[in-house]
């Protein structure tokens, strides 16, 4: 069956809640809260989602412009997010705009901090994320200068770098899951917990991901295996969630999840 | 009998320079606007802005009223980067960036008189370099170092609200309501706008007691403002206006487009603001955003 490589993508990344416990799981930008709600519709129903703004929704809200809204379950305003996240009670899949060989991420300002040749966000809630509950990340355009050399320029959330790390110690909940691009899936399952490669996108070849980032990129032992493709059921769930094709605007060209050769 | 009614200009009167003012809201909700463009249009300079930022940043910005920037985001949501806070801080504002929940935490260790409250937030990132911040070790067993978030104490609160009586007791009815409470209980003095004023009795208490704000005597002053809180939202009795917010954020494109937005929508009364922007049944008739 044909599918897009951001369909792909979005199966990789409901694949980072797999096994997750009854929890909120959030998903921010359109592919990992795609997979967000993938995987709570398919193989994790008992985990917790928004509407993006400050309700608890029973199933998945589709993006875009949608006929009334999917029962509400509860309330999430920010205060309480905020309660629910400092428990630990999360796992969110966010896409910063760098992201560096510790895990540390930024969303804050491209260059000098104090004269940034880019403004972007501000840091959010990247930095209380980071050290309360499991974190994974999302990079659409996997190149070096997303995936940088050194650190990023703005760290906005922790990671495995004990520089940074106050009194020395490890921050007590840092937990950083997976790195889905649109060439890879990796972990940090290194030594040190250096960032290693857990399955390369179908037809993607190793030196790609190694020319296109910043930092060393460990190898899994034996074969490197292929990022499984969706089911069909998965695409099906896929297509109905996102019935006005945001995912297709993602990607440039929107290509095919197997690179042709 | 309490009587706390002022006009919006009486409250921008309340205000000096050099002051700190919290900012209530969220990006693009509940936004005390018709207050943010009031003082856009004042004398008053040097101000530290603390706040969860969206238009009300990026107005005052623009307007070269911010001398610090007290943040953890400024945003428009549907359009992320706000162009005027951009250009902004590329042009080197000077600002003391935190979590969204260190602000939280600042604006609560005020609120309860505590000098700092301790937080592993900011550790293992840029945010703790910050020369605001200092560490504390817990005096107890575990000896963990904590990041101690001293207390942010604005001066003024500045917040829009749903309804009030004219002695202060305000309602916000929108479904969040965000961290006003705590900008009301850390700042010297808080003032609001209200869309509506309302005899106590029309407040519809004990009804809409989960939406009662805080204590009135939290509140000084309060001005009738409709459609204060435009182009950000106001829900449920009106949503965010897209269609401004994108024809606000073009207005960064040149220095003569944002003296066309300044004089048709910051130079002007209410009501001809009102007009400008297509007038009230078009901004009751705005659609629910789309998350």
Redesign the interface.
């Known amino acids: 069956m044909d599918f897009t490589l951001a369909e792909l993508l979005v199966t990789a990344c409901a694949e980072v809640w797999r096994g997750d416990p009854e929890w909120l799981a959030t998903g921010i930008t359109p592919i990992p809260r795609l997979g967000a709600s993938l995987a709570k519709r398919s193989f994790n129903p008992g985990l917790m989602i928004t509407?993006?703004?400050?309700?608890f929704l029973e199933e998945p809200a589709p993006l875009?412009?949608?006929e009334g809204s999917p029962t509400v379950e509860g309330?999430a305003?920010?205060?309480r997010t905020?309660d629910n996240l400092?428990g630990g009670r999360r796992h969110a899949l966010v896409a910063p705009v760098q992201i560096d060989r510790f895990g540390?991420t930024n969303i804050?300002?491209i260059g000098d901090?104090?004269?940034?040749?880019?403004?972007?966000?501000?840091?959010?809630?990247?930095?209380?994320n980071?050290?309360?509950h499991p974190n994974s990340y999302f990079i659409a355009g996997h190149n070096r200068r997303a995936l940088v050399e050194g650190e990023v320029d703005?760290?906005?959330?922790?990671?495995y770098?004990p520089a940074?790390?106050?009194?020395g110690?490890q921050?007590?909940?840092?937990e950083l899951r997976r790195i889905v691009t649109n060439l890879c899936v990796m972990d940090f399952g290194g030594p040190g917990h250096a960032v290693r490669l857990v399955s390369l996108h179908p037809g993607v070849p190793i030196e790609e991901v190694r020319d296109n980032t910043g930092f060393d990129v460990l190898l899994p032992e034996g074969a490197i295996p292929s990022t499984p493709a969706p089911s069909a059921e998965a695409l099906d769930i896929i297509r109905r969630l996102d019935p006005h094709d945001i995912r297709a605007t993602i990607l440039k060209g929107d290509p095919p999840g197997v690179r042709a050769h | 009998m309490l009587d706390k009614r002022m006009s919006v200009d009486a409250i921008v009167d309340q205000l000096a320079d050099g002051m700190t003012i919290a900012i209530g809201g969220?990006a693009t909700r509940r936004k005390p606007m018709a207050l943010i463009r009031a003082i856009a249009r004042s004398s008053l300079k040097d101000l530290t802005i603390v706040s969860y930022?969206g238009p009300d940043v990026g107005m005052l910005a623009a307007s070269g009223k911010i001398a610090r920037l007290i943040?953890?985001?400024?945003?428009l949501d549907h359009i992320?980067?706000e162009p005027h806070?951009?250009a902004a801080?590329?042009?080197?504002l000077p600002m003391w960036?935190?979590?969204?929940?260190?602000l939280?935490w600042g604006l609560r260790a005020s609120a309860m008189h505590l000098p700092f409250l301790p937080t592993?937030?900011?550790?293992?990132?840029?945010?703790?370099d910050a020369p605001e911040l200092r560490?504390i070790?817990s005096p107890y067993d575990d000896g963990?170092?904590?990041?101690a978030m001293p207390a942010i104490r604005p001066d003024v609160a500045l917040l829009h609200v749903h309804r009030s009586d004219e002695k202060g007791n305000v309602l916000t009815l929108s479904?969040?309501?965000?961290?006003d409470e705590l900008m009301a209980r850390a700042s010297e003095r808080t003032f609001v706008t209200a869309e509506r004023i309302v005899a106590t009795e029309d407040l519809g208490l004990p009804g809409n007691a989960r939406y009662h704000l805080v204590e009135r005597p939290l509140i000084t002053g309060v001005a009738e403002a409709p459609f204060g809180a435009h182009p950000t939202s106001a829900a449920p009795d009106y949503q965010l206006d897209l269609r401004h917010l994108r024809a606000y954020a073009a207005a960064a494109d040149s220095a003569d487009a944002w003296d066309a937005y300044r004089r048709t929508h910051i130079e002007v009364d209410p009501d001809a603001y009102l007009a400008a922007v297509g007038g009230a049944d078009a901004i009751r008739a705005l659609p629910v955003a789309?998350?």
């Open positions: 509407d993006a703004e400050n309700m875009g412009p949608r309330w305003p920010y205060a905020f400092w540390q804050s300002a901090h104090a004269h940034p040749k880019a403004s972007l966000l501000g840091a959010r809630g990247f930095p209380g980071s050290v309360h703005f760290v906005c959330s922790a990671g770098n940074r790390w106050l009194g110690k921050p007590a909940r840092l | 969220w930022g943040f953890a985001f400024v945003s992320p980067i806070f951009k801080r590329q042009a080197g960036e935190m979590d969204e929940g260190m939280h592993r937030i900011g550790g293992g990132t840029s945010i703790s560490t070790v963990e170092t904590l990041l479904s969040d309501p965000f961290f789309v998350y």
